[in-house]
């Protein structure tokens, strides 16, 4: 047999012992089924037949393994010695034949639930009011909108304009808003957005938002007040930590 | 302010801090304890310790590194055992506890770890499959197991705070099948008829 095969030959027993020492940890099976004393001998010889630093690396790891396999048999007879030496498959059996509420009757008595109350912290308070002052208002101060249902949105999408004429409404939205903010400073969202219908309003919220994701706005919120605001760029700016913002189109039409 | 009533009002901040939960998980870490009531919480966690004693409740010491306080954690729990009809009072379905108990007592005999498929082989002995899914992933969240990427079942850190290990196992082996005439004298009748309402 050539010097090559031999190698691979223990390559493979090594591999193998170390797959039986693995599967034994994984599955939390007896690693008394495991022969610790037979898998030294075959190390040994193994060892002995190929001294090469290849086989020296696998023969360490191997052997880091097995005295894996030596510290789980450790742990096995602490925590059979724990538990007793009852043999899982006698519980097993056990849980089988007996019926419910005798398994529950048994545990009982082995069964000390934790008692603790739900409270509302200072915590919860704080992100409940966020929550709260985030939500747009049902009437009144809202500027504009009905409640959009998916044939509304059908509909404004078929008349939205092609992808080529998009980029250029886009652009002519940029340079509205760049305007107004000359004229102004902060851009209010609504102010911006409120068009001669709901279509229009519907148009211009939906291209303000690749503006926004683009980069080239940056909106700024104020929950206090229910406001967000628009700040535009002439340059695209680059988003480090993009977050979502929802806002909703309902209410009544301006 | 005397030292009675310091003391009394410490008793009174040990108990909320134990008894209202305010991390994800209940219990207070002693260092948690020490900070809001002295160096000397343990004697207000001994004092409390008995007065909850009159309730039927007390205060478990489990000890992540041993024997040091500060990094243990603290828990009231129930002193004494529940009864069935105990254990419907308090919401719980006497088929979900059996599912609970179940895995626990396979994982206590196999030393803390069984596969996810052993466990629920012997659960769908009582339980349909989609059952015994259900209440095994009900009681993962619990803390009552941990469930590792091999499909592994570890015993969960509710499981080591509430459960009398040996206990468990001693109970399960002196198992005996309920007598009908037993199930009445115990009183355990109501909680029978809700568990067969609610299960079938």
Not at chain 1, 29 to 49: D, G, M, Q
Not at chain 1, 55 to 84: F, G, N, P, R, S
Not at chain 1, 154 to 171: H, I
């Amino acid at each position: 047999m050539s010097a090559e095969k031999k190698l691979m030959i223990a390559r493979e027993e090594l591999e193998r012992i170390i797959e039986i020492c693995e599967n034994v940890e994984k599955r939390g099976l007896n690693p008394f089924t495991v022969n610790v004393k037979e898998l030294l001998s075959k190390l040994r010889k193994t060892l002995e037949e190929n001294p090469t630093l290849d086989h020296y690396v696998m023969d360490a790891e191997t052997m880091y393994k097995i005295a894996t396999l030596v510290a789980l048999q450790h742990k096995w007879l602490k925590e059979k010695a724990k538990a007793l030496f009852v043999d899982a498959q006698m519980i097993a059996t056990r849980l089988i034949a007996m019926d419910k509420k005798s398994i529950v009757r048994a545990f009982l008595k082995a069964w000390r639930p934790i008692v603790s109350l739900e409270q509302m912290t200072p915590q919860r308070l704080r992100q409940g009011l966020e929550h709260f002052l985030s939500l747009p208002p049902r009437s009144g101060e809202r500027a504009c909108g009905w409640k959009v249902s998916q044939r509304d949105v059908e509909f404004v999408k078929a008349r939205m304009p092609v992808e080529e004429r998009l980029a250029e409404r886009l652009k002519d939205l940029h340079e509205k808003l760049i305007k107004a903010f000359e004229e102004g400073g902060e851009v209010n969202y609504w102010e911006f957005v409120k068009g001669k219908n709901f279509e229009e309003t519907f148009e211009k919220a939906y291209l303000l938002s690749f503006l926004i994701t683009e980069g080239y706005v940056d909106v700024k919120r104020n929950p206090l007040k229910n406001e967000i605001r628009l700040i535009p760029r002439k340059e695209k700016a680059e988003r480090k930590q993009p977050i979502s913002l929802v806002i909703v189109i309902g209410g009544e039409s301006g | 302010m005397s030292r009675e009533d310091t003391f009394s009002r410490k008793l009174a901040t040990a108990a909320a801090m134990l008894l209202f939960r305010s991390h994800r998980k209940p219990g207070v870490k002693g260092w948690e304890l020490k900070y809001r009531l002295g160096k000397n919480y343990m004697k207000i966690i001994d004092a409390l310790n008995s007065h909850l004693k009159m309730l039927g409740l007390e205060i478990k010491t489990v000890f992540e590194e041993e024997n040091d306080l500060d990094k243990a954690r603290f828990y009231v729990t129930l002193s004494h055992p529940l009864t069935l009809s105990d254990l419907v009072t308090a919401g719980w379905r006497i088929d979900e506890v059996a599912a609970v108990a179940v895995m626990l007592s396979i994982l206590v005999s196999r030393g803390g770890k069984a596969s996810v498929k052993d466990v629920l082989e012997i659960l769908e002995t009582k339980f349909p499959r989609w059952k015994a899914e259900a209440y095994l992933e009900r009681a993962v969240a619990r803390g009552y197991a941990e469930k590792t990427d091999e499909d592994m079942l570890l015993l969960g850190w509710r499981a080591k705070v509430e459960l009398d290990q040996k206990d468990l196992l001693t109970s399960m082996l002196e198992l005996q099948p309920e007598k009908a005439g037993e199930e009445k004298a115990e009183g355990d009748r109501q909680a029978a008829d809700q568990d067969s309402t609610a299960v079938e």
